[in-house]
């Protein structure tokens, strides 16, 4: 019921502004599985999952300086996981033989800092996220960037989108604010948690096809939860070496990132330098200690979800006369009486 009144409040405040607005309707979809003999598509997806926060790992680049971030700081981030399943009429585990399809994202975010909380935002068309499928012989590895992809064209392309209010429909119930997508923000001192909700328009998707209305757009939405680590702490090291740099940049050129310095510099010119644009692999949680570099650049475990949507205008109602207007409107109405009820007398 709270849900109703929320989404009926969102709508009629898009209603009484005066001008169509876009929002976003979430929406099943349908995944056709990229594997070899071509398994049966899979109907009504809500969700595509991936493995779960540290399931996959971001790594983030801030290259405009090498302090901690300030307002008007940059920084590139590429980030990957793992497809497990659908969330559809029964889970339904992801079928690409021994291969598995790895979502990777590259991207060129704008920090605001505010209250020791910094937040970076994409702009439209500021990053690409593509969809892979692993190496067969080797498979996904987390903490090894070759194994994320046996070709760097991936299966299907989509580029960040507009901010957009989120309503619930078919897909994942979701009910977001326009300001709270692709944003996501990390606390500088305390290294939290980031969660966020990020908007892709369709370029180029043969897989995932939304069950939208005809004439509407097709869009994603990715529901990303973070955890900043210590990249040499734990079992599975996230230290970023050279040829994982290699390969970090060579998704960062496919996925449409200019170079920061050199050819092939994408995502950094180069690992734990004091360059700002190197990224510094050894860099700890935000507040804590760390080596060299950047006390910008992070490495984080990764979780995100996917769920498809379409993009619907509501129409502006119809104009509401200004009070100046309905004062006039009702000296007419009353000078029209006066005049009647004197006729009326005179005959």
């Given amino acids: 019921m709270f849900r109703r009144c929320v989404v009926l409040a969102a709508v009629v405040a898009l209603a009484t502004t005066g001008s169509a607005r876009a929002v976003l309707i979430t929406a099943s979809a349908t995944a056709n599985q990229p594997a070899a003999g071509g398994p049966a598509p899979v109907n009504n997806v809500i969700l595509m999952q991936g493995a779960g926060t540290g399931g996959g790992v971001s790594y983030s680049n801030q290259y405009t300086s090498n302090g901690f971030p300030v307002s008007g700081d940059q920084s590139r981030t590429i980030t990957a996981t793992v497809i497990t399943g659908y969330t559809a009429p029964g889970f339904t585990p992801a079928n690409f033989g021994t291969n598995k399809l790895v979502a990777v994202f590259a991207g060129n975010s704008v920090s605001n800092v505010v209250a020791g909380t910094s937040t970076g935002t994409y702009t439209p068309g500021s990053g690409t996220l593509g969809l892979f499928v692993s190496p067969q012989a080797v498979g996904f590895d987390r903490a090894t960037p070759s194994t ?135 860099r700890n949680a935000p507040g804590g200690a760390f080596t060299e570099g950047s006390p910008g650049d992070f490495t984080a475990n990764t979780g995100a979800d996917f769920t498809g949507a379409f993009e619907i205008d509501i129409p502006p109602p119809p104009p509401i006369p200004e009070p100046a207007t309905m004062a006039v409107f009702g000296l007419i109405g009353a000078t029209t009486v006066l005049v009647r009820r004197r006729r009326l007398k005179a005959a």
């Avoid at 939290?192 to 005809?214: E, K, M, Q, R």
């Avoid at 050199?262 to 190197?278: K, V």
Wanted: hydrophobic share 45%; net charge negative; glycine share 12%.
């Fill in 148 to 282: 994320w992809f046996s070709s760097l064209t991936p299966l299907a392309t989509f580029t960040v989108g507009d901010q957009q209010l989120i309503l619930p429909g078919t897909g994942e119930p979701l009910l977001q604010p326009a300001f709270t997508t692709n944003t996501f923000a990390t606390n500088l001192t305390l290294g939290n948690g980031i969660t966020g909700y990020a908007i892709f328009n369709d370029v180029t998707d043969p897989f995932f096809d939304v069950n939208n209305p005809a004439g509407t757009f097709e869009r994603l939405i990715a529901i990303v939860n973070e955890t900043v680590v210590d990249p040499a702490a734990g079992t599975g090291s996230l230290l970023v070496d050279a040829a994982d740099l290699a390969a970090l940049n060579a998704l960062a050129g496919a996925l449409g990132l200019s170079n920061l310095g050199g050819a092939n510099t994408g995502f950094a010119t180069g690992i734990n330098g004091a360059l700002a644009t190197d990224f510094n692999s050894l």
